[in-house]
Nanobody, 123 residues
Framework: QVQLVESGGGLVQAGGSRTLSCAAS????????MGWFRQAPGKEREFVAS????????YYADSVKGRFTISRDNAKSTASLQMNSLKPEDTAVYYC????????????????WGQGTQVTVSS
């Protein structure tokens, strides 16, 4: 059984930075793509960023490109999302996901999900 646990959420002022972490346990996900999604109240879950198993390919939503950076450490079974220049519209619950296929931009591309961590950006 795979478990993904996110951490690092909280309250941050607009323009600030925050780093989210995702720790995987249960079995190795070294060969899996990892992704970050977010869901704001009343909205659908949306793609934020994804990374291939070896970190060689990364993808970002246009809304976060240039501000967010996804990374992974296979030795530690972790993935991270560095968020800079945060905006109030970045406020959402952020979810970590893992999938056996290529790094996807749709939720259907991932088999495993974390419980989410809240990020609130105040103006």
């Amino acid at each position: 059984q795979v478990q993904l646990v996110e951490s690092g959420g909280g309250l941050v002022q607009a323009g600030g930075s925050r780093t989210l972490s995702c720790a995987a346990s249960g079995r190795t996900l070294m060969w899996n793509a990892m992704g970050w999604f977010r869901q704001a109240p009343g909205k659908e879950r949306e793609f934020v960023a994804s990374i291939s198993w070896n970190g060689g390919s990364v993808y970002y939503a246009d809304s976060v490109k240039g501000r967010f950076t996804i990374s992974r450490d296979n030795a530690k079974s972790t993935a991270s999302l560095q968020m800079n220049s945060l905006k109030p519209e970045d406020t959402a619950v952020y979810y970590c996901a893992s999938g056996r296929g290529p790094p996807a931009t749709m939720t259907s591309g991932y088999e495993y999900w974390g419980q989410g961590t809240q990020v609130t950006v105040s103006s």
